[in-house]
């Protein structure tokens, strides 16, 4: 059984991403792995489709699935920044975020991917 790093660190090399840029949107939407939609959804990234959260068959799918949007809708638009990224991943405002959350995303990415890099 890999660990969710060598997950992170495979789909990171497929879809030519950092893989703690990866950990860290995932540590950070799952409030470090406690959050119920990666524990009965294996949703890392909080991804949302039309009838909300979406489910994956296993953590692997989830990363890949993460990885993949990444790679489409954000880096190969040149959103290539933690920063950049946040504006369309976690807008502020945005109507599924009533409490605010997003408002913390940069800084939340930002202490995770530190900690992943150094």
């Known amino acids: 059984m890999s660990s969710s790093g060598d997950l992170f660190a495979a789909a990171g090399k497929k879809y ?8 860290a949107i995932a540590i950070h939407e ?4 406690t959050s119920s939609a990666v524990k009965n959804k294996n949703n890392v ?13 296993s953590l692997q799918e989830g990363i890949d699935k993460m990885a ?4 489409r809708n ?6 290539t920044t933690i920063e950049q990224i946040q504006k369309k991943y976690a807008p ?3 109507g599924n975020d009533p409490t605010n959350l997003n408002s913390h995303w940069v800084n939340g990415v ?3 991917y530190k900690s992943l890099s150094s």
């Open 110 to 112: 930002t202490k995770y």
């Open 30 to 33: 799952t409030g470090n792995g």
């Open 45 to 57: 990234g909080g991804m949302m489709g039309s009838n909300g959260l979406m489910t994956f068959s």
């Open 74 to 79: 954000y880096i190969d638009k040149g959103l």
């Open 92 to 94: 502020l405002g945005a």
């Open 16 to 23: 030519g991403i950092d893989p703690a840029l990866l950990a």
């Open 68 to 71: 993949s949007n990444l790679k």
